[in-house]
C-alpha cells in the first residue's frame, strides 16, 4: 500500500517543521512540507492529502496569543477546505503552538460534533514565564486516539509559555473528561498519580491535561513534544541509562507518528 501523504504546515514563526515530516517519514509516511501561504493561496491543495500536521514554533510571534494570528488566517481563507479535510476519513495532529491553532479554530475539542466553534483556550503557565522541560505522561488508554494506541506512560519534552488548558465554564472540562478526549494527562514521576504540581505539571493546566483529541479521534493536540523525542540519545538522562544498561530502542516520540501512518496501512 502506498504510504499516506503528509502536509506538514510551516512559516511565520513555527520551527519544528524538519523534525515532524522526520517522525512521520522514518514511519513510513510521505512528507510534505510547505509554508502556510502556499496552501491559503491555493498553491497546495489539502485535498492530495490525508495527514495534516501543525508544528511547534512562536507562529506570528504570538503576539495575539498562541496560534491565534494563524488560526485567523485559516479559518478566513480555508475553512471550507479545513472543513471538508475534516469530514474524509484523515488525521491531524496539532503540536504545540500548532495545537494552539487547532484550539483557535476551534478543530478541537469539537464537543458533540461542534467543529469550529472554540470553546477552549490556552493560557499562559501559572509560572508565569517559558517552561523547557521534560515530563512525564499518562497515556488515557480508554479514549479512542489514533495517535496514542498502544501506549501507557510516556516522557516527552515541553517547550512552551501558554500551555495551560482553559475555559470558565467547568462544564466543558467535564464533558472532555466524560468522552475520554482527554488524550495525555500530566503526572507525578514519584508515583504516577495526575498532578496540577508544579513542575511536574508545568502551566498548572486543570487536572493535569496536557492533550486532547477530538471526539472521532481522528484529530490530536498535545503541548509536549514528540517530534522532540524519537531517538533514546534525545533524552537527557541517556548518559545514566547506558551505564544501567537500559537505554530504550527508540524515543517515546516516535509511536505517536508511527501510529498515524499505519493508520492508513
Known amino acids: 500500500m502506498a504510504a499516506p501523504k503528509i502536509l506538514v504546515v510551516t512559516g511565520n514563526g513555527f520551527n519544528c517543521e524538519r523534525e515532524t515530516a522526520y517522525a512521520f517519514d522514518m514511519n513510513g509516511g510521505n512528507s510534505d512540507i510547505y509554508n502556510m501561504n502556499y496552501i491559503i493561496e491555493g498553491d497546495i491543495k489539502l485535498s492530495g492529502y490525508q495527514i495534516l500536521a501543525f508544528v511547534g514554533g512562536f507562529s ?8 491565534k494570528v494563524a488560526a485567523v488566517k485559516f479559518r478566513n481563507n480555508l475553512k471550507v477546505e479545513l472543513m471538508e479535510f475534516v469530514a474524509r476519513d484523515t488525521l491531524i495532529i ?12 476551534g478543530i478541537l475539542p469539537a464537543l458533540n460534533g461542534e467543529y469550529f466553534s472554540v470553546k477552549l483556550t490556552l493560557a499562559p503557565n501559572n509560572s508565569k514565564r517559558y517552561e523547557d522541560r521534560w515530563v512525564q505522561l499518562k497515556v488515557n488508554q480508554s479514549s479512542n486516539c489514533i495517535f496514542t494506541q498502544k501506549m501507557d506512560r510516556i516522557m516527552l519534552p515541553v517547550r512552551h509559555g501558554e500551555g495551560k488548558l482553559f475555559t470558565p465554564d467547568i462544564e466543558t472540562f467535564e464533558k472532555l473528561l466524560f468522552n475520554n ?3 495525555l494527562q500530566y503526572i507525578d514521576p514519584e508515583n504516577g498519580d495526575i498532578t496540577e504540581k508544579y513542575p511536574y505539571n508545568p502551566n498548572g493546566s486543570f487536572r493535569g491535561i496536557a492533550g486532547i483529541c477530538d471526539p472521532s479521534g481522528r484529530i490530536f493536540g498535545l503541548m509536549p513534544h514528540p517530534e522532540a523525542y524519537l531517538s533514546p540519545y534525545n533524552n537527557p538522562d541517556w548518559t545514566r541509562l547506558k551505564y544501567k544498561n ?20
Do not use: K, W
Not at 506570528?60 to 496560534?67: F, R, S, T, V
Not at 496539532?94 to 479554530?105: K, S
Open 60 to 67: 506570528y510571534g504570538d503576539h495575539l496569543g498562541g496560534g
Open 94 to 105: 496539532g503540536i504545540c503552538n500548532g495545537f494552539q491553532v487547532l484550539m483557535q479554530l
Open 181 to 183: 478526549q482527554t488524550a
Open 246 to 265: 537500559s537505554v530504550p530502542e527508540e524515543g517515546d516520540g516516535v509511536q505517536i507518528f508511527r501510529n498515524a501512518v499505519e493508520y492508513f496501512q
